[in-house]
């Protein structure tokens, strides 16, 4: 079992930034692909970005690349997405993801089995 814990978010205005965290305890390999997704309401939840906690590599989703960067402290076992330029499209309810394999391509949520309860972001 996996249990995920994010944190970090709160309100922001346009062109700021925010770091969220997400807090991860359970089976090791059933946390080797992390990822962050969102939902704005009356959207679908969409992937953010994915990291392989094993070998660093990492995913961003064309509407983020070059602004957010995901990385993972395996010591602190902790999830981290860094915001920066952030937009009012960027508001949104995010959610940590973890799950055993660590897929290629587009985030999908059905890829991922372990979430956490969500931080709200919301950029004026």
């Known amino acids: 079992h996996v249990q995920l814990v994010e944190s970090g978010g709160g309100s922001v205005q346009a062109g700021g930034s925010l770091r969220l965290s997400c807090a991860a305890s359970g089976y090791t390999y059933n946390r080797n692909c992390m990822a962050w997704f969102r939902q704005a309401p009356g959207k679908e939840r969409e992937g953010v970005a994915r990291?392989?906690?094993?070998?660093?590599?990492?995913y961003y989703a064309d509407s983020v690349k070059g602004r957010f960067t995901i990385s993972h402290d395996n010591a602190k076992n902790t999830l981290y997405l860094q915001m920066n330029s952030l937009k009012p499209d960027d508001t949104a309810m995010y959610y940590c993801?973890?799950?055993?394999?660590?897929?290629?391509?587009?985030?999908?949520?059905?890829?991922?089995?372990?979430w956490g309860q969500g931080t709200q972001v919301t950029v004026s």
């Open positions: 993801a973890a799950d055993r394999g660590c897929p290629s391509g587009l985030l999908v949520p059905t890829q991922y089995n372990y």
């Open positions: 990291i392989a906690t094993g070998s660093g590599n990492t």
